[in-house]
């Protein structure tokens, strides 16, 4: 029997019918398509750091990739998302046991073999409420035209021990199935903090992410108690670049935060990256 997650997040995170969740992405492209840096669609994309609050506050980062990505004309049969767990429940790192996705724009097949020869935990427990890789599914409808698999993969005890071993095991697994896979790590920055306070608390994180110094990002978000949600992937995806190219290429796309939208004390900030090889 197929398995299918029913979104947990449609008419909170995003709009929940077709029509409405379409113009509300195609009214953020708009605006933020002159600052788009399209000339970035020439590089090879690995994949990139993409925030996941709601998309009325975060998508202005997240278009930003989507629209590099589309612009590439780049083909992936397999999209591997990997996302922090705001819940608790479940595995230190699980692929979820679902075989469809099913968001108002349709539906998404897993890639359940890609997922299963990982030889990680197989469990829908820790993405039945979750929103931080779901939110990613309806941007890739929306922004690519050719069909594609998911690989959801919640990394829920963040270290850089289960960082390097996912990077291996996905590293891994796209060489014994001859797969061509992008890499979403999903996070946001700094929550609810002054935008000042945000910005240099992020800013610790940004520059080692910069140097791809994976230790060193774990070092200062303990240290310093900075609360990037998604530190874990996107360790994961610097470990994975390393290991599909001698020299990654990272490019910030966007800084912003809730505060741009609805003036506030306290933000949730956001920052998008490319990462790409020669």
């Not at 600052?35 to 994309?45: A, F, Q, S």
């Not at 975060?58 to 629209?67: D, G, K, L, N």
């Not at 591997?80 to 479940?90: A, D, F, L, R, S």
């Amino acid at each position: 029997m197929v398995k299918i997650r029913k979104p947990a997040v449609a008419g909170k995170f995003y709009p929940s019918d077709k029509d409405s969740l379409t113009s509300q992405i195609s009214t953020i492209l708009k605006k933020e398509l002159p600052n788009i840096n399209l000339e970035l669609k020439n590089k090879k994309i690995i994949g990139g750091v993409i925030p996941h609050a709601g998309y009325m506050f975060s998508a202005y980062e997240a278009v930003h990739f989507f629209e590099i990505l589309k612009q590439s004309k780049q083909i992936y049969e397999t999209i591997v998302i990997i996302n922090p767990n705001h819940t608790g429940i479940g595995h230190e790192i699980a692929f979820d046991s679902n075989d469809i996705w099913e968001t108002p724009l349709g539906q998404v097949e897993l890639d359940t073999q890609f997922g299963k020869n990982m030889g990680i935990p197989v469990s829908e427990a820790e993405q039945m409420h979750e929103h931080s890789g779901e939110v990613m599914v309806p941007l890739l409808q929306l922004f690519l035209d050719y069909p594609f698999k998911i690989v959801p993969i919640t990394l829920s005890n963040q270290n850089l021990k289960n960082a390097k071993l996912l990077a291996t095991k996905i590293a891994k697994t796209m060489n014994d199935l001859n797969r061509k896979i992008l890499m979403i790590a999903s996070s946001d920055f700094s929550h609810f903090l002054s935008p000042e306070k945000g910005k240099k608390q992020d800013s610790y994180v940004i520059e080692q992410i910069l140097a791809q110094n994976t230790s060193a990002i774990e070092q200062v978000v303990r240290e310093k108690d900075i609360s990037v949600c998604g530190y874990g992937p996107i360790m994961t995806l610097i470990e994975y670049a390393k290991l599909v190219t001698e020299k990654p290429q990272i490019d910030i796309l966007r800084i912003g935060h809730s505060g741009e939208i609805i003036p506030s004390s306290e933000v949730v900030d956001y920052v998008s990256f490319l990462f790409s090889k020669e």
